[in-house]
């Protein structure tokens, strides 16, 4: 979820998982059996931050190609929803209470900082949340690095 405050900086966060410890992601999850996406969000982002946030739709869809290899270990490509949120106020920021067992680190970065911190699908997901009035489609191919954009 694209969290922002009122300098307009980008809610970054850095799982204590040991495959994504050096990588800045949004804030957000993975959808659970029985759940929507909206619902993923929102119980992600209160477990990780203590903050409970209505979304204010999907800015991106973004697909990214993880591995190239066949075998039964590879990694699975992704496909992310990318929700904003309303910008929260000084009050709001006062209640994030990181989740020390689940978040390394937790960081504000003005857009472009974030557009070069963030892990591929993250920033092809915030690189569409002020472009266009709705959801835009993304591909990104791990062997060339080739773009593809539709909307």
């Not at 800015?59 to 190239?68: E, L, M, P, Y």
């Not at 989740?99 to 690189?127: D, I, K, S, T, Y």
Request: hydrophobic share 35%; net charge positive.
């Amino acid at each position: 979820m694209v969290i922002t405050d009122p300098y307009c900086r980008i809610l970054m966060v850095t799982p204590r998982r040991a495959h994504s410890s050096q990588m800045w992601q949004l804030p957000g999850g993975v959808v659970r059996q029985g759940e929507s996406p909206r619902q993923a969000v929102q119980r992600a982002v209160k477990y990780q931050l203590g903050l409970h946030l209505t979304h204010n739709g999907i800015a991106a869809v973004t697909w990214t190609q993880v591995s190239t290899d066949e075998g039964p270990d590879s990694h699975r490509d992704r496909v992310r929803l990318t929700f904003t949120a309303a910008r929260l106020s000084l009050t709001d920021i006062a209640r994030i209470h990181p989740h020390p067992h689940l978040l390394r680190a937790v960081q504000w970065a003005e857009r472009n900082l974030a557009q070069q911190r963030l892990g591929p699908g993250f920033a092809e997901g915030l690189r569409w949340t002020h472009t266009q009035s709705g959801p835009a489609y993304a591909e990104t191919r791990l062997a060339s690095r080739e773009r593809t954009f539709t909307c």
